[in-house]
């Protein structure tokens, strides 16, 4: 059975930094709990309501999914495993709720997969933390809490920045932010949107890596281009190359500017470099002096944005 990546134990909570992610925290919400909530099947355990934020049981019927969240996609093999953890273990850690808006039970705000998989553990009651949130603030958590379990594929991130910006007033600067990533990550994302919907489609489901994707931005023929890739395993580098050929109108042009590239930087490092960048949300300088030793640098812009980077390089759950 994999690690239950949805649980933490009061060893790593006790280990989080005092001094950094407040922000965050504050976003999230505190909840003052003595001892650790366990829902497991059978539990008689009903604590009374509390008025505001307060962790409680509900029942896992009276929970609807959040419209339009942010994760569309859920790996059915993972939900299979934790649930089992949960049907042996109990749920260890309470999902976020709200009151639903129109109607009544509530509506899931972040914890959807923990609670699919309490649904197919059996469980009839779940630890929940109610908490009394408006429509922004709701969806912001859900994005917040997806990113920070890297749950989201590029598409489904992207599609949520636009919905804050469209439907709540964001702006990149606000979200980059609220992530903890650079604003060049978010717009970059965001970019992604303007490609074909059958590309959007393969970068969902993982045939197509972010790196490619962006290569295809603005291209003539991207879904060729697209299909070309997925079947020849092109590198990204090729797919940039291939793009210039394609709007210079062939010939070796192309081909000599993507060997010039960066100023003749060894062009593996400069892919592992971008690589580094997207991935983390953060600028990632390599400087490599060629004999096998070299330097790595990571650019944060704020305590939080530390904080991330540090707990995803240590494998902590955040």
């Not at 976003?27 to 309501?49: C, H, N, Q, R, T």
């Not at 009544?104 to 009394?132: C, D, F, K, M, N």
């Not at 007033?169 to 074909?196: I, T, Y």
């Amino acid at each position: 059975m994999s690690e239950n990546k949805d649980e933490i134990s009061p060893a790593t909570a006790r280990k989080r930094p005092s001094g950094l992610g407040r922000g965050l925290n504050a976003l999230f919400g505190d909840a003052a709990v003595e001892a650790p909530v366990l829902a497991s099947p059978g539990s008689a355990v009903k604590p009374a309501p509390v008025a505001g934020d307060s962790v409680q049981h509900v029942d896992v019927g009276a929970i609807h999914p959040l419209p339009g969240q942010p994760r569309r996609h859920f790996d059915e093999t993972a939900i299979a495993e934790l649930s089992e953890s949960i049907a042996a273990r109990g749920l260890l850690q309470p999902i976020i709720v709200r009151r639903a808006p129109d109607g009544p039970g509530y509506q899931l705000v972040a914890g959807e997969r923990r609670w699919r998989a309490a649904q197919r553990a059996g469980l009839h009651q779940i630890p929940a933390l109610v908490r009394e949130l408006d429509d922004a603030a709701t969806y912001e958590i859900a994005l917040v809490e997806n990113i920070q379990r890297q749950d989201l594929n590029a598409i489904e991130e992207a599609s949520a920045y636009r919905k804050l910006i469209e439907d709540f007033g964001h702006n990149q600067e606000a979200l980059a932010r609220l992530v903890g990533k650079s604003r060049s990550h978010v717009a970059n994302l965001m970019r992604l949107l303007d490609l074909p919907a059958s590309v959007q489609d393969l970068v969902g489901d993982g045939s197509l890596a972010m790196g490619h994707a962006r290569a295809l931005i603005g291209a003539s023929g991207a879904e060729a281009i697209a299909r070309r890739i997925v079947k020849e395993g092109l590198s990204v580098r090729a797919v940039e190359a291939l793009v210039r050929d394609n709007r210079e109108g062939g010939g070796r042009k192309g081909s000599t500017e993507a060997r010039s590239l960066d100023s003749g930087r060894d062009p593996d490092i400069v892919a592992v470099e971008r690589h580094l960048s997207e991935l983390l949300g953060i600028g990632a300088t390599i400087q490599y002096a060629g004999d096998g030793k070299g330097a790595l640098t990571l650019k944060f812009a704020s305590l939080d944005q530390l904080d991330m980077i540090c707990q995803r390089l240590s494998g902590e759950s955040i």
